[in-house]
């Protein structure tokens, strides 16, 4: 009892108790049997025709369940430890058993039309919104991108990125149809009236430069006054010309300024002849392309892609460190709006179904194949001792009641023949 699983313990105890009402009844038809032969022997009783009859059927309910007994036994274990052929049938035949249980699970289990009827029971669309919709599958994401970042920036960093941004950059803004995406930017902007707040804040830095630059713009105007006037006229009046420059230069950008200006509205009707000439003129698209590749490909362009490249990574990875920063807001609302559309949209419930239920048919067969092999080698690989303990174990309270009835079978078979006998033939017959 002490090798026994605690798992397995009551199925045992529930054996145990069955094992001995069987053979507790086997040894009752063998007490009755000898009881009917010594009773008259010693003079207890007299010999009678019923006396006759239950020895009969104590004799075969002996011969029954001794039978039953050896049938049950020899499928588990060899009968009193007897090599008796054909016995042990079980643990000899494991490795059979096996490969036969594993081609019946395989061929009537795993069957393509069991599979399809059990998905038809499953809410799989809705099993898998749930999941989504889970707050801990956020976090699970997202830790895991956040985990598999580095070793991917790290893989970039030897200065492909860099260079890649530097080569894609002039490609995708260097194409043939950069033009139009320009035009229909400028385009978005007039519409929303943003070009206006781009003037305004070209304008704030132009004025920003032109005060903290006042001092070297005023000594460049007086000595174009001296190269052009001579040195005694550039003493005398280059300052005054270079303070009248930059008033009227700060002048008009005070008159561009404000939002109803004429000049504001000559901007936006230049702006959007631009972008009519864009649209429609070739030789000024291909201006615009070409000096846009120009641009691009500079140098300095080039050294500043990679000065991006090192920006972003840094603000990726410090994003992705916080739980609540943009890129778990963006993993978060994805999913919740992915299970949404699982539990709403039929067309995606049906082609989630329809893509799942056809993934798993076509790995039927190779499942079912693996499978049977896998309970083969598992069941061949079982001690046999142990092999035929968790099969009685499972099995043995049936088989007691089978000793049981052949033994109760043959104990009445028996008398009645006995009893049918001598009504034939007479007294001697039984």
């Known amino acids: ?36 032969y010594g009773a008259p022997a010693v003079g207890l009783v007299a010999d009678s025709p019923w006396l006759d009859i239950l020895r009969a059927g104590a004799k075969a309910g002996v011969v029954g369940g001794l039978a039953d007994w050896f049938a049950v036994t020899a499928l588990f274990r060899r009968p009193m430890g007897l090599p008796i052929p054909h016995t042990a049938i ?11 249980l594993g081609r019946f699970v395989a061929t009537h289990v795993f069957t393509e039309a069991d599979v399809n009827a059990a998905l038809d029971r499953i809410d799989l669309p809705g099993m898998l919104a749930g999941v989504l919709a889970d707050p801990a599958t956020a ?66 830095r132009l004025k920003d430069g032109l005060k903290a630059k006042e001092a070297a713009l005023r000594a460049i105007i007086e000595d174009r006054v001296r190269e052009q006037g001579g040195r005694i006229l550039g003493w005398a009046i280059g300052g005054s010309i270079a303070t009248k420059v930059l008033i009227s230069v700060n002048h008009e950008l005070d008159r561009v300024d404000p939002q109803n200006s004429e000049l504001r509205e ?52 410090a994003d992705m460190a916080q739980p609540d920063g943009w890129s778990a807001s963006i993993v978060r609302d994805a999913l919740r709006h992915l299970a949404e559309q699982m539990r709403e949209d039929q067309a995606l419930r049906q082609r989630v179904m329809s893509s799942v239920r056809g993934m798993i048919v076509r790995g039927l067969p190779f ?18 001792d142990q092999l035929a303990s968790r099969l009685e174990l499972r099995v043995g309270k049936d088989l007691q009641f089978v000793r049981l009835n052949g033994t109760l079978v043959g104990f009445l078979a028996g008398a009645m023949l006995s009893l049918v006998l001598r009504l034939m033939f007479g007294a001697g017959a039984g």
């Open 367 to 384: 499942v079912c194949d693996r499978l049977s092999r896998f309970i083969a080698s598992v069941v061949a690989g079982w001690d046999a």
């Open 266 to 317: 000559g901007f936006t009707t230049w702006v959007r002849a631009e972008i009519d000439r864009i649209e429609t003129d070739p030789e000024r698209r291909a201006e615009i392309t070409g000096a846009i590749m120009g641009v691009m490909s500079h140098d300095s362009i080039r050294g500043w892609s990679g000065d991006v490249w090192r920006r972003m990574r840094l603000m990726i990875e």
């Open 1 to 36: 009892m002490n090798t026994i699983p605690e798992a397995d313990r009551a199925a045992w105890l529930v054996l145990r108790r069955y094992r001995r009402a069987a053979t507790g009844l086997l040894a009752g038809m063998g007490v009755l049997t000898i009881a009917g």
């Open 139 to 204: 976090e699970t994401v997202s830790r895991a991108l956040a985990q598999a970042a580095p070793p991917v920036m790290d893989r970039l960093e030897d200065g492909r990125a860099g260079s890649a941004m530097g080569r894609i950059l002039p490609v995708v803004l260097g194409g043939e149809d950069v033009a139009p995406v320009v035009a229909r930017t400028l385009r978005a902007l007039v519409e929303g009236d943003r070009h206006q707040e781009v003037l305004s804040f070209l304008l704030a």
């Open 90 to 100: 079980l643990p000899a035949q494991k490795a059979r058993l096996g490969e036969a």
